[in-house]
Nanobody, 124 residues
Framework: QVQLVESGGGLVQAGGSLRLSCTAS????????RAWFRQAPGKEREFVAV????????NYADSVKGRFAISRDNAKNTVYLQMNSLKPDDTSVYYC?????????????????WGSGTLVTISS
């Protein structure tokens, strides 16, 4: 059984930082591209960042470029999202996802497995 478990969400002031973690278990080697998405209230789920299975290739949504950084520790089966210079618009539930193929601007349908999400709230 595949499980993706996110942690690290919380409430921070604008300009602050958070680091999200996503630890996987039972994930097949064929679905080891990892990504972060987010969904704000009343909005569609949107792509945030993606990282290849080796960690050598990454890509980000324009809205987070230069502020967020995705990384992974394959020995721990864990992917991280370091979020800096946070803005109120970053308030969302953040979801970790895993899929078989690296797509630079990953879409919902490119990912095969999903975590249940962690809430990030940025106060102004």
């Amino acid at each position: 059984q595949v499980q993706l478990v996110e942690s690290g969400g919380g409430l921070v002031q604008a300009g602050g930082s958070l680091r999200l973690s996503c630890t996987a278990s039972g994930l097949p080697f064929s679905s080891d591209v990892r990504a972060w998405f987010r969904q704000a209230p009343g909005k569609e789920r949107e792509f945030v960042a993606v990282i290849s299975s080796s960690g050598a290739v990454t890509n980000y949504a324009d809205s987070v470029k230069g502020r967020f950084a995705i990384s992974r520790d394959n020995a721990k089966n864990t992917v991280y999202l370091q979020m800096n210079s946070l803005k109120p618009d970053d308030t969302s539930v953040y979801y970790c996802a895993a899929g078989p193929i690296y797509v630079a601007n990953a879409r919902y349908r490119d990912m095969r497995y999903w975590g249940s999400g962690t809430l990030v709230t940025i106060s102004s």
